[in-house]
């Protein structure tokens, strides 16, 4: 029998880890209070604005020998006693409330001794709100505008949030004011409580930068208590029984589908402004667990914690209505956290419940800091030891946010008196402890898809809207069925239409023709609302251009800022490191310069040596330097005699050459002659006359003075694919051709004695239909650059024919080549005109007359950019025997 096989329990995802690599340490901030009577005696002393000293109290030895121990301790900010509320939020809270804003988390908590202020810090009194009211204000300066309605932002079970609606949170609206069974007035319009009322002045509001217009908002607020480690809901609304009360219930923490730990079933109460806020807050406050002690009148026995949430959620593409997808909604949290403070029992004399209390209180605080030391050690030392967050609700509900989920500060509060020192000594010790542990910086959230500036073109719109309407005579808000009624009453009365006869001819006509009356009026007015949407459409894309391009620099702006923090925030970390290289520089600097005078002693001695090395390689260089001389001698007299020997050889040689060039030369000549005679039937092409120049032996230009590249000084024929026959050419005592004397601009002057002359030409740089059409032959001055690098200049040669296209072809007869070079530089070409070799042998590749190269024609369109450019030579003739 085969056993089913047991299915295994799946394994847990683990807990996403942040992407980024950057990390900031915790900011630890401390706040000194007041002395409550000035003769008291202080043992605290504010040194700058961020170290402050503790001296020990009279009485107190520290030390066996009996003197007193003065301890600094340095912080991020250290605020003394005359520190106002307002500027205690400018420095702490208010960068928490624009993270909160732009989507991240923030934790800030107050810990100190009891009776250090904690309490006032956060909460505050009439006239001098503290953390709480202030951030609550800021939030609600800045989202005012942009909030959603109420109940279109639904929070779940699991720590979620989703988006419905306005229809449907209407209905949810309704629902729940039925629900009720009191109907009670929104908080906003009750009367506020006096203890609570006026806690900021209007000159101390703070407004976030950079909200996005194009989204809207909505805070949830939640509070809740830890009171003996158990988890209570101060918002939770429970039936009051006068016989028998029943107790709070405790709730449990949970994990969410992100790893977040929440409460479950904690109340999350949506509000509107700030007042409304602070009376739920005040309202949670008031079941807060305090109690009256020797030294706190009313001193807190549970840790409360107030959460503020925020969800948002981008409009859609019109920019009227949310977008209705849940994965765009972003919720962000800021946990507002008024720890107890430690006590000791001798102190405040509690008895019963009230060290129970206490025993907890010190419990949870003692975890606390066992968490925050792991933390630290695991960081600097590399170790991966388990941190015990579950082992107390503060540290297990806050674990996220050490692990990553959002940035954390903790605010220090100390009393100054002299009884405190014991307390606020290890208060201090655990602080500056604190600062040394990094948490990750939370990632910035994703940026919606859609066109920026959605919100201000549908408000646009409507405004522009509401001011046709009226121009129209019609309601200034925008109500339809009005505005159809005015549209309506606006077009002409319709007749009278009752038949009381059937051969009635004048009632169907006249409501005929009052319909069509109203139809083209009708007409006229689209057109007028068309042309009116255009202009407004117009309007809008220019708003909409201005706005991005003033976008697209304040985000340059904002991108180079953040690169200077960046740089500053390096720089600082450099200086840091470099510091502490310079206390291990100087202690190695202590322990060389005592090696240094060790080394001198050996120094002096190998000195010596050294100079009588010294002394002897000198010697040995002189000789070295007479014997080189010597050499150099005996070489340049060995190197004159060969060179010239060489130049001797070299002469000799070069006229031998040159006798032997001479005689090929002249037979070659001979046997053209032979050739030229032989030939019969075929008339002379027409030369050019030569007229010689009055110049008496002209300077002849250097190579420098010429073209550097071997290439052609003027555009070279196009070769064709297909050979043309020559056809006779007339003779030249035909007596009126003309021709086209085709000069390209790019030639040089060579400043020779023979110069061409063409009679009745025309002379143009560029052949053009207009002088083809009047001339029968055509001649192009073509310059290039030989092989032995001299300037040789040929005359191509052609006759000028009609085409059946009505057009003029040119085709090529003869090439005359045109060539100088210098008497004392030999020739590496042989002319095609000198002597054949010594030997009397001829190859095929080195005849060069006139009816080999002529053997191709070139077809050109007059007026074309393609000319007579590319020199092409023909088949060589094959030779008679």
Not at 102 to 131: A, D, I, R
Not at 195 to 217: L, Q, R, T
Not at 521 to 528: A, H, K
Request: with cysteine; hydrophobic share 30%.
């Amino acid at each position: 029998m085969i056993r089913q096989a047991k299915g295994k329990t799946p394994r847990r995802p683990p807990p996403k880890k942040p992407s980024s690599n950057q990390k900031d340490p915790v900011g630890v901030y401390c706040r000194v209070r007041p002395l409550g009577v000035e003769d008291e005696e202080c043992c605290i002393e504010v040194i700058s604005s961020s170290t402050m000293q503790l001296h020990a109290p009279e009485g107190f030895k520290t030390n066996r020998n009996g003197e007193y121990k003065e301890t600094q301790y340095s912080f991020k900010k250290v605020f003394g006693v005359s520190v106002s509320q307002m500027e205690l939020f400018e420095y702490v809270a208010k960068p928490f409330v624009d993270d909160l804003i732009h989507g991240k988390n923030g934790l800030l908590f107050t810990y100190g001794v009891t009776g250090s202020g904690k309490t006032f810090t956060m909460t505050g009194s009439p006239g001098q709100g503290g953390l709480l009211p202030r951030s609550l204000d800021m939030i609600f300066n800045s989202i005012g505008p942009y909030q959603a309605k109420r109940y279109v932002f639904k929070t779940d079970d699991k720590n979620g949030m989703e988006v419905q609606s306005e229809v449907d949170a209407l209905l949810e609206r309704q629902r729940r004011e039925n629900n009720l069974p009191v109907p009670k007035t929104t908080s906003s319009r009750q009367k506020p409580d006096p203890e609570i009322a006026d806690m900021i002045k209007p000159e101390e509001a703070y407004k976030a930068d950079g909200v996005d217009e194009d989204s809207s908002y909505s805070i949830f607020v939640s509070y809740i208590e830890i009171y003996n480690n158990y988890i209570y809901d101060l918002l939770e609304e429970t039936q009051e029984e006068a016989i028998k009360p029943k107790p709070p219930q405790s709730k449990i923490l949970r994990e969410d589908q992100n790893h977040n730990m929440y409460v479950a079933g904690c109340m999350e109460v949506e509000v509107k402004s700030a007042e409304e806020a602070f009376q739920v807050f005040w309202r949670g406050q008031k079941k807060r667990k305090i109690a009256n002690t020797r030294l706190n009148r009313e001193s807190s026995r549970s840790h409360g914690v107030f959460i503020i949430k925020l969800a948002q959620a981008p409009l859609d593409a019109d920019g009227d209505d949310i977008l209705q997808d849940k994965s765009q909604v972003n919720v962000s949290q800021l946990c507002l956290v008024d720890l107890a403070g430690s006590e000791r029992t001798g102190r405040t004399g509690a008895e019963g419940t009230r060290i129970r209390e206490a025993g907890n209180i010190n419990q949870s605080l003692l975890n606390l800091r066992t968490c925050i030391e792991i933390l630290r050690e695991n960081q600097m030392c590399g170790t991966n030891k388990m941190v015990p967050y579950r082992d107390s609700k503060v540290t297990h509900l806050f674990k996220n946010y050490f692990d990553g989920e959002g940035k954390v500060r903790m605010v220090v509060c100390v009393n100054p008196k002299a009884d405190d020192y014991e307390e606020t000594l290890l208060v201090m010790r655990f602080a500056e402890m604190t600062q040394e542990v990094e948490v990750a910086r939370p990632m910035d959230r994703p940026i919606c898809g859609f066109t920026p500036g959605r919100r201000n073109r549908h408000h646009a719109f409507k405004e522009e809207l509401s001011r046709k309407l009226e121009e129209l005579g019609g309601p200034i808000d925008g109500d339809v069925p009005s505005a159809i009624n005015h549209l309506v009453n606006s077009l002409p009365p319709l007749p009278s239409s009752e038949l009381n006869d059937p051969h009635d001819d004048i009632t169907l006509p006249r409501l005929i023709e009052a319909l069509q009356n109203r139809h083209r009026i009708r007409q006229m007015m689209i057109e007028e609302y068309n042309k009116a949407a255009n202009t407004m459409k117009c309007m809008l894309q220019e708003l909409d251009n201005n706005l991005i391009s003033k976008e697209n620099f304040i985000h340059e702006q904002n991108g180079k800022l953040v690169q200077r923090d960046k740089l500053i925030q390096t720089n600082k970390a450099e200086i840091e490191s470099l510091e502490k290289r310079t206390k291990m520089q100087e202690h190695k600097i202590e322990i060389l310069q005592k090696t240094t005078k060790i080394y001198e002693g050996d120094k002096r001695s190998l000195q010596q040596e050294l100079e009588t090395r010294d002394q002897r390689l000198q010697r040995e260089l002189s000789e070295k330097r007479r014997m080189e001389q010597r050499m150099h001698g005996v070489v340049s007299d060995t190197q004159f005699k060969w060179e010239k020997e060489c130049e001797r050889r070299v002469n000799a040689k070069q006229l031998e050459m040159q006798n032997k060039l001479w005689v090929k030369d002249e037979k070659l000549k001979q046997l053209k002659a032979i050739v030229s005679e032989s030939k019969t039937g075929r008339p002379d092409p027409p030369s050019r006359q030569t007229q010689p120049q009055p110049r008496p032996q002209p300077q002849r230009p250097s190579r420098e003075d010429r073209l550097p590249a071997k290439r052609s000084a003027s555009p070279s024929p196009v070769p064709t694919a297909t050979p043309v026959r020559p056809l006779h050419r007339r003779s030249r005592s035909a007596g009126g051709e003309k021709w086209v004397d085709h000069k390209p601009s790019s030639n040089l002057d060579l400043g020779t004695v023979l110069q061409p002359v063409i009679p009745n030409a025309i002379q143009v740089s560029a052949p053009s239909e207009k002088a083809l059409s009047k001339c029968d032959r055509y001649v192009l001055t073509h310059q290039e650059v030989a092989s032995d690098g001299e300037i040789q200049t040929k005359l191509i040669k052609g006759e000028v024919i009609k085409t059946r296209g009505g057009g003029q072809a040119v085709q090529f007869t003869d090439i005359e080549t045109l060539k100088q070079e210098l008497t004392t530089v030999p020739s590496r070409k042989r002319k095609s005109s000198e002597g054949a070799p010594a030997n009397g042998d001829r190859t095929d590749g080195a005849w060069t007359d006139v009816e080999t190269r002529c053997s191709v024609a070139v077809e050109m369109r007059a007026g074309s950019n393609m000319g007579p450019g590319f020199e092409h030579h023909g088949i060589t003739k094959r030779r008679k025997p």
